[in-house]
């Protein structure tokens, strides 16, 4: 995957979904964002259930109606608002998300655990 920028998240589809990499300190690490209702949500790619990433196509990470988030492994459902798991073997477990913001026109993206 990629590093994301600002101009792909305006291309992307609502609902859409892209994978990109994520910088931390003690390196990159997979992840992904889906664009719903023009709202941003963004979360590690390790589905709760196994640590698995989710897509089996690259930024592939919504279902085919577009209203939830699908681990393409084991089928698990995810809201895509929450993270919370829906269906699937992990029920009630959720993503781990990730806190995006557009300030000055450059995208800081970041974990809960990281601020
Ligand atoms: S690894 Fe995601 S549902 Fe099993």
Known sequence: MTKLKVSQLNKLKDPG????TLDLV???QEAFVV?????LYAY???????GAPLDW???????LEGN????AVHGALFEIDTGLCVYGPCVNRRL??????IKNGKLA????HSE
């Open 17 to 20: 979904s892209r994978g990109f």
């Open 26 to 28: 003690e390196g990159g």
């Open 35 to 39: 664009k719903k209702n023009d709202k």
């Open 44 to 50: 590690l790619n390790s589905c709760p259930h196994t």
């Open 57 to 63: 196509v690259p930024h592939q990470f919504l279902n």
């Open 68 to 71: 939830l988030i699908q681990c």
């Open 96 to 101: 781990e998300p990730l806190k995006l913001e």
């Open 109 to 112: 993206c970041t974990t809960r």
